[in-house]
Structure formats: C-alpha cells, structure tokens
DNA sequence: ATGAGTGCAAAGGCTTTGCATTAGG
DNA sequence: CCTAATGCAAAGCCTTTGCACTCAT
C-alpha cells in the first residue's frame, strides 16, 4: 500500500550496514529483516517474534538494537505502551502513520509531494533558531480506526463512567 | 515561545473535564497542572516529581493517568525511553515538537500556518480511505540539539566502536 | 580453534496496583 | 460518615544483560 521505492535489494544493503559497523548479517537478522520488509505496519516485538518462527525475546530485542545502530531499522512510537519496529526511512520508503488513538493501531500511508515539500524545506531554519540541526521528521495523523469508531457507537449509551 | 493561546483559566477547565468524569481538582492534581502549565517542554514522570515538591511516583502516575482522561493532558512520545507528558492541545495551544535523535531533549515549536492548514485541511480524505477519521496530527521534526553535535564533533577521532 | 551469534533465565527500570490512612463533601 | 485521594510498598511488564552453548570463519 505505502510507497515501495526499494531500488536496492534490502538484503543487500542490511549486510553492508552490518559489516560497516563489524557486525554479521546472521540468519537471525536476517529473518527479522524480511519480517519487516513485507510488513505494511511498524511491529512491536510480539508480532515480530510470532512472525519469526518464535525467535526468542532476547534475540529479537538484542538484534533489532544492533540493525537499529546499523540503520536497517528504527523504532517507531505509537501511543507508549510499547516499541514497535519498521525498516529504515531509506529501505521502506518515506512515509507517515495513521495511528487510531484507541487501540493504538498504525498502518502507513503516503502524504502528498506538496505537504512533504513544505515540511523539509520551510523548517531547517525555524528549528536551527533552537540550535537543532533538521535531520528529518515524523508526522503522524491521529485519529480513531473503523473499528473503535464502531465499538465507541455501540458503548455510548451505557457508558458514563471512568474509561 | 511557543504559543500560549491560553484564553481560559486553566484551571478552571481542569476542574470542569473533571468533574466530568466524577473526579476531583485535588491539591495533588493542580499541582501538577501548574507545574505543567508552565513547562516549556514535555516532562517526563521524574522532572514532574521533582517540580512538585515530591509528590510521589504512584501519585503523579495515577493522577496524570486521571488527568489523561479527562482530557487536560497527554502523553507525549520521544524517543522511546520514557513517557513525557503536556497540557492537552487546547490548553496550550496546537504547537509541535523538536526532537533529539540522541538525548531525547523535546522542545516545543510552533509551525507555519500555511503547513498546519495543509495538514488539517489535505489529510481527511487520505485517511478516510483505510477507515480512519482523522483527529489531529501530531509533527515532530528530528534533529540534533546543538550539546549533541558538539559532543559528536569531540568523539568522531577516536570512535569506530558500536556506539 | 576463536570470536560472533544464540537462547535461556535472571536482572533491571519504568509503570501500575493493593491496601491502609487521610482528607474532603 | 462515606467516598475519593494519597502514599508506601509490592507486583507487573517490557526490555536488557549474563553466561554457557553453537555456529561460522
């Protein structure tokens, strides 16, 4: 659904990343990356692990930190509770999330050339005035998924109370 | 710096979005409010602790918990590390985040008007299509704060290690 | 053989919860 | 008085780390 410019295999770049940063591409990575490369929404850690043939928590965490420090994946952040994980800006494409502030769901969607331009090119400067230097930004668009919208319909009138 | 559009007391809101939900404005809960209200930038659970003559951990998580509810603050996301927290959007008026990739440091920005009409205004449609009705948006710029560059300058020699 | 990668289990840190006490209506 | 709010301490949960084992070079 989201862009999927990926003009150099992405197996490819991950082991060079590794190895700038002395680190092997190991099969374990590897899974992890092609987990995250047919995702359409950034994964926490459970939907990684499931998806990996139950590689072990540890395993996963330690692995993501390592691609993470080799700029194969980031860390995305939805509504707290917990971090999930999505390939790189330049390996998956630049995007945005639509994140449903109920239940915390995230799906990618592409934004308009326009808006895009107007958000790296106007800012470097109104940021530099604070001493940031602009790398980049992450916009994300609230709003509550067809799901909670429903479920929030049928709740409505018995619901007065906390939560 | 940012924009304080405060045109109602706030605390004055406060206790009504509580009273709302069958809570009280306690002594506990203003505090907070205040020591919010006059923030520059999101703070996390410990700077909050220590702004508010030490209102314990579980007082201020459960009362900003509250407050979550009510609608009179929100849960800011950095970097992954730890929860921040702010008044709510139209306490403090619609502004958006500069966020360090490497400390963590949040300062708060606003944006051009031409970029935040083309964000409300170009998004619903965008997102109506995967069944989302579009809330707000959440924009934050990354970068790097002017300590985190320097520091970076000073360890680029003798650093080739994992970070 | 040697060092990296793995996996299990234990530890760690932030956050939440239980329960008795205190305060407000 | 009765319910809400508070504070301390204990529990929980996600994440990180220690250590021994396995695999690749």
Redesign the pocket.
């Known amino acids: 659904m989201s862009g999927n410019h990926q003009r150099t295999d992405v197996h490819e770049v991950a082991s060079e990343r590794?190895n700038a940063i002395?680190?092997?591409?190991?099969?374990?990575?590897r899974?992890l990356i092609e987990v995250l490369a047919q995702a359409t929404h950034p994964l926490?850690?459970?939907e990684i692990s499931a998806a990996t043939d139950d590689?072990?928590?540890?395993?996963?965490?330690?692995?993501?930190?390592?691609l993470e420090e080799a700029g194969v994946v980031v860390k995305v952040l939805t509504t707290?509770?917990?971090?999930a994980f999505e390939l790189a800006e330049d390996l998956k494409g630049h995007h945005h999330h639509v994140v449903c502030i109920d239940c915390g769901r995230v799906i990618d969607v592409d934004v308009p050339e326009q808006i895009e331009k107007l958000l790296s090119d106007g800012m470097s400067t109104l940021v530099a005035k604070e001493g940031f230097t602009l790398l980049g930004h992450r916009l994300d668009l609230l709003g509550r998924c067809d799901q909670c919208s429903r479920s929030r319909r049928d709740e409505s009138f018995s619901t007065s109370s906390v939560k």
Request: proline share 7%; glycine share 6%.
């Open positions: 590794l002395d680190q092997r591409y190991s099969p374990g990575r899974r926490v850690t459970t590689l072990p928590q540890s395993s996963v965490y330690r692995n993501l930190s390592i707290g509770e917990r971090a």
